[in-house]
């Protein structure tokens, strides 16, 4: 039983280009969660989907952030003409019951904005 | 508005004795409480919890204290390992009025066991 996958480990984009980030939930975890660590920071929350419904987005940015997460298929968080304060680690993390508390989480994917 | 804070950015014990890791909190609405251990280029990964029912919960060499009334939680590891060695993230959460729950977390601190 694999744990959540995250694709790519490391991503470079130039400024102005878009960044996809794919997350693959445990088996059977139909509750995804997206986090962002900011160098020397802790994780801070920006979505949290059920499959087909994002049902928390309150740490999400206006602009340039989405997330999706399709009946079929991985979680993809899509970030928009890319600024370097992107430039981060984001993790994701899946659960049974949709209670935060009993995630587990990725490996993280690392962005970077050259 | 930094409502989870782990004041101390690093510590460094020895192979052998306690580590006691400490959490400060502001939201007094929290009620479940997280200890995460993260190594590098790696996600975090669940360490021990409590519930503020509680005042302390132990797992093995893992023990977690909650005083509710200074808001303030502390991680003892003993006897400490150099496997210890790693980032420790203190986590809170609240039962939201709607919505889901969300993981709040603290700035994190660098724990390095000297053999």
């Known amino acids: 039983n694999a744990g959540v996958m995250q694709n790519p480990r490391h991503l470079v984009r130039r400024r102005g280009q878009e960044a996809r980030l794919r997350c693959s939930p445990m088996?059977?975890?139909?509750?995804v969660y997206w986090y962002r660590q900011l160098p020397e920071e802790g994780l801070k929350f920006m979505v949290y989907?059920?499959?087909?419904?994002?049902?928390?987005e309150s740490g999400m940015p206006k602009e340039r952030f989405s997330a999706e997460f399709p009946k079929e298929g991985p979680s993809i968080l899509r970030i928009q003409q890319v600024v370097r304060g992107d430039s981060a680690a984001y993790f994701c993390a899946s659960s049974l019951k949709g209670l935060n508390t009993e995630a587990f989480f990725g490996q993280g994917t690392r962005l970077t904005v050259v | 508005d930094q409502q989870v804070k782990q004041n101390s950015p690093s510590l460094s014990v020895q192979e052998g004795r306690i580590s006691i890791l400490n959490c400060d909190y502001t939201n007094s609405m929290f009620d479940y409480f997280l200890w995460y251990k993260k190594y590098p280029a790696e996600g975090p990964t669940f360490l021990i919890s409590?519930?503020?029912?509680?005042d302390k919960n132990e797992d093995g060499r893992f023990t977690v204290f909650l005083n509710k009334s200074a808001k303030h939680l502390s991680l003892h590891i003993v006897p400490s390992q150099p496997g210890d060695s790693a980032v420790y993230f203190c986590a809170a959460s609240a039962a939201p009025i709607q919505g889901a729950q969300k993981l709040v977390f603290g700035q994190g601190t660098r724990l390095t066991i000297n053999p």
């Open positions: 088996k059977g975890h139909s509750h």
């Open positions: 989907l059920q499959k087909e419904n994002i049902i928390d």
């Open positions: 409590i519930s503020s029912i509680k």
